[in-house]
């Protein structure tokens, strides 16, 4: 079965302190690494899909890697509207998304 | 205009009845789903729907009925509530499925539906 851990499960920066989530996983035949941001009380919004091991992606202040293993989800000098809760899901052989339980990060001014 | 819209957005109800959620999407996506988001957080895949037809089902009691009448709605028909059907659902869309690389499989979320079963 598809296993994905996020780590750590919460995060508190201070703003401008860049920091970086961490996602491994484990997975047969990997079709696609996801990230995704979900504010409170609202679905998960897309941010990056990865697909091979070496892939990298921005936007804004948000960067994310990928290797066999894992994904970073890395955060350059964060401002407080980048707090929310980032989710990280694995997509294998099949439709469905595989999702870990995510990292809540609060940036504080 | 919300791409991927789900209603109600709250619901809540009695042990034993029977409720429906709705969602529709307006981007044109063949494949629809149902996740559940438990009060730890994990999004779990309920069913799968690809032009109507169900492709994933997964361990789901079948107090849980999913109805696709077009490619463009996926409702949720749950009877004989329980306890611990309370939850956030949420419904999504992509393109494609079957795992095809490209961004046709990027799966987009509506705002979810928080059921609370008393």
């Known amino acids: 079965e598809d296993q994905v851990t996020q780590s750590p499960e919460a995060l508190r920066l201070q703003e401008g302190e860049s920091s970086s989530l961490n996602c491994s996983y484990t997975v047969s035949g990997l079709r696609g690494l996801f990230w995704y941001r979900q504010d409170p009380g609202k679905g998960p919004e897309f941010l990056f899909t990865?697909?091979?091991a070496g892939e990298e992606k921005e936007k804004e202040r948000l960067k994310a890697t990928l290797t066999k293993k894992e994904s970073f989800l890395h955060i350059t000098a964060p401002k407080p509207e980048d707090s929310a809760t980032y989710l990280c899901a694995v997509q294998a052989d099949d439709y469905k998304l595989s999702f870990g339980a995510g990292t809540t990060v609060t940036v504080r001014a | 205009d919300t791409a991927v819209s789900q209603t109600p957005k709250y619901l809540v109800t009695q042990m034993g009845n029977d409720k429906s959620i709705k969602c529709e999407q307006n981007?044109?996506?063949?494949?629809m789903y149902w996740y559940k988001q438990d009060s730890k957080k994990f999004l779990k895949i309920m069913f799968s729907y690809n032009n109507k037809e169900l492709i994933i089902n997964e361990t789901v009691p079948n107090r849980f009925s999913p109805k696709s009448p077009d490619k463009a709605h996926l409702n949720l028909h749950i009877n004989s509530l329980e306890l611990g059907d309370s939850a956030v659902y949420f419904c999504?869309?992509?393109?494609?499925?079957?795992?095809?690389?490209?961004?046709?499989?990027?799966?987009?979320f509506g705002a979810g539906t928080r059921l609370s079963v008393l």
């Open positions: 990865l697909y091979s």
């Open positions: 999504a869309s992509s393109q494609v499925g079957g795992g095809r690389k490209g961004s046709k499989n990027i799966q987009y």
């Open positions: 981007l044109g996506h063949d494949t």
